[in-house]
């Protein structure tokens, strides 16, 4: 049986690259493993990569508006979520 790791562990995993990047940029990312799972948006990433944040996995990078005027924030995983994150790999 081929497994799925939950939404917020592969989110996480995704920073694993040392790269910025937004809830948005993330979904781009991710949606193809959790196809059809209505859960799996932008929005619920956003949320996810706040929680990454407040337990010091991910750090806030930058933050500006976008074309439509939303904010739009850029996060980068931190020497501690790294660890993290390979210790539930």
């Known amino acids: 049986m081929n497994s799925i790791k939950p939404l917020k562990a592969k989110a996480a995993e995704i920073f694993c690259d040392g790269q910025v990047y937004s809830a948005e940029k993330i979904f781009e990312q991710i ?50 979520g790294k660890s993290k994150v390979h210790n539930i790999s």
């Open 31 to 80: 949606a193809s493993y959790y196809p059809n799972e209505k859960y799996c948006s932008v929005p619920v990433i956003s949320a996810h990569l706040k929680s990454l944040k407040v337990v010091g996995i991910l750090s806030e990078d930058e933050s500006y508006l976008d074309e439509f005027g939303q904010l739009i924030s850029m996060y980068r995983i931190t020497d501690f």
